[in-house]
Structure formats: C-alpha cells, structure tokens
C-alpha cells in the first residue's frame, strides 16, 4: 500500500544550528504535503505546507522542500531553539479526497 | 487564534461500555476529521465528515464508530462497545471547505479502555 516514512527517528541538534528533517513518500499522486509539529500532551500543529507543483515554500524560521522526483521531502528549521524541540510529522493527501496520510515522526532535540 | 477544542482530555472507560468523543471545530471550517494515534505510533486517519454526511473512512471505522454534529458547534465520535485496543489518543481535526488546506487539530482526548 502507500506510504510516508520518516529516514530519522530521533535528531539533535545545537541551539543555533540549522535543523533538516527528511521524510520519504511513495504515492506518487499525493498533491499536498504537510508538516506538523507535536509537543508532548498536544495535539499536531500545522507549520507549513506545499502543493505539488511547487518545489520550495518558505516560512518564518521554516523551509519545505519537494522533490518529486526521488519522491522526498524535508523540512529545514533555521536557528534552532530550545522550543523547536516536538515530534514532527510529514503529512501526504492524495488527489481522491482530503484524508491525510501520517508518517512515523521524527524527534527533534535541542540541546542549549 | 481560533482553535479546535476538544473534550474530555481523558476518558477512562470499562470495555463494552459506550464513549462519546467531543469536538469543538473551528466555526469556520466546513469539513471535520477524527483521527487517532496509539501509543507510539503513527497517526491515523479514521473519518471526515462533510455537509452533514460522512465523506471519507477508513478500515477501521467499522460499525462500531459513529459521528454526528448533532448542533452549530459539536463534531462528536462514538464508540458504541469499546474493545482494550481502542485505547488512543483521539484527535479531532477541521479544515475550510478547499481541497488542499491544512486541517487545524485539536490537543485530543486520551482513551484508557479498562
């Protein structure tokens, strides 16, 4: 079946340092890519997002990255801070409807 | 910032017993979702909901699972007989009435089936 994955389950960081966070995709009609960061006891807050014709979205601190070609996406957090530190997840929406596909997470820590 | 909220944070039920989810969705938002995540795993989707009907489910929204805006304000999830494995924590998500904008989620309701 189709799937999201993530390549690291844990990454740690320096304060200050920039954070890049991989997540792989194999449903090549998935149109709408999302990123979502999960503190402990919270639910998935939306950080940004990229349709499919695109290749680069930027944000405040925030830069997604699709490539569709090797069917991979990353999430680039500049200057990391001690509150960046959450599970992020990439999300993948197909083109039959608005579900979300979720992949396994990765752990960011943050070390001051 | 409007949010989707959600009620309880933390529900503890026998198994077979019934269990009534709540959701507030942002009043904005036209389409709504329940999702849920087991401990340590992935989140998964189990319904949206659209015009007052079910749009999408997936395979483990079997009959046992039941949705209803029963007003304006509240999306609500049943389980009509819990199982140990419905054990999760439940999310509850909203989005505008496009295709391809993001789903705003509420912070859960942790389910502990005894």
């Known amino acids: 079946g189709e799937s999201v994955g993530l390549h690291l389950p844990t990454l740690s960081v320096q304060e200050g340092d920039n954070s890049i966070i991989n997540c792989a995709y194999s449903n090549s009609a998935s149109d709408y890519f999302i990123w979502y960061k999960q503190e402990s006891g919270k639910g998935p807050q939306f950080i940004i997002d990229i349709r499919s014709n695109m290749d680069k979205r930027q944000g405040q601190r925030v830069t997604v990255l699709l490539n569709k070609t090797v069917k991979h996406l990353s999430l680039q957090i500049a200057a990391t801070q001690p509150g960046d530190s959450a599970v992020y997840f990439c999300a993948e929406m197909g083109t039959a409807g608005n579900m979300l596909t979720f992949g396994g997470g990765t752990r960011l820590m943050v070390k001051p | ?114």
């Open chain 2, 1 to 114: 910032e409007p949010e989707v909220t959600q009620t309880p944070s933390h529900q503890v039920t026998q198994m077979g017993q019934e269990v009534i989810l709540r959701c507030v969705p942002i009043s904005n938002h036209l389409y709504f979702y329940w999702y849920r995540q087991i401990l340590g795993q992935k989140v998964e989707f189990l319904v949206s909901f659209y015009n007052n009907e079910i749009s999408e489910k997936s395979e483990i929204f079997d009959d046992q699972f039941s949705v209803e805006r029963p007003d304006g304000s509240n999306f609500t999830l049943k389980i009509r007989s819990t199982k140990l494995e419905d054990s999760a924590m439940y999310f509850c998500a909203s989005s505008t009435g496009t295709v391809e904008e993001p789903q705003h989620f509420g912070d859960g309701t942790r389910l502990s089936i005894l």
